[in-house]
């Protein structure tokens, strides 16, 4: 399921991810050291892009007030935590180990961020339960495939199709 991301909505997101990122003094943190090449707002940008492709689908509104440390394990009311990725291979879910102890959702959302000569698409490749990551999860150790932190690498051929009706018909009512 692909979603388009218009311009209005990029800049909003590269807004709220300076933002969220201003929050922190622009720190290098964990996370951000994860990314290569990207300066620390980009990976907040990249997880609003995915968090307002999520919105786009389900209508709620993306969490704009959460700043500082982050949120507390989800970013939409339903108990769902959104992660965003931009890569040029299918991407694979990717939660640093002390942010997966410290923040509990019921189900994660993975987007795949793709630049198109027309503007963004997210592609939702799927779903995954907590408890399902539980029993599914990697560990992959600092340094490892060219980790910054201990990370749980989960593949994505563990996600969940959604079927749009069915799932977010029930990802609403807090199912």
């Not at 399921?1 to 990122?21: A, E």
């Not at 492709?53 to 500082?68: M, Y």
């Not at 949120?71 to 694979?92: E, H, I, L, M």
């Not at 779903?127 to 994505?156: A, E, H, P, Y």
Request: charged share 30%; net charge positive; hydrophobic share 35%.
């Amino acid at each position: 399921m692909n979603v388009l991301i218009i311009k209005t909505d990029l800049k909003w997101c590269k807004w709220l991810g300076k933002k969220r990122s201003a929050s922190m003094g622009h720190a290098e943190t964990k996370n951000s050291k994860n990314m290569v090449g990207g300066t620390p707002w980009k990976r907040h940008y990249f997880g609003a892009i995915g968090e307002k492709a999520w919105s786009i689908l389900t209508g709620e509104p993306v969490d704009v007030k959460t700043i500082g440390r982050g949120d507390a394990g989800t970013d939409f009311s339903n108990g769902t935590q959104v992660k965003g990725a931009y890569q040029r291979k299918k991407p694979n879910l990717l939660i640093p180990v002390d942010q997966y102890d410290r923040k509990i959702a019921k189900r994660y959302i993975l987007g795949w961020i793709k630049q198109k000569d027309f503007g963004v698409v997210v592609e939702i490749l799927g779903q995954i339960s907590r408890g399902k990551c539980d029993r599914v999860k990697r560990f992959v150790k600092k340094g490892d495939m060219n980790m910054k932190v201990d990370t749980w690498l989960i593949s994505n051929t563990h996600l969940e199709v959604l079927n749009l009706v069915g799932d977010l018909k029930r990802m609403m009512k807090g199912e």
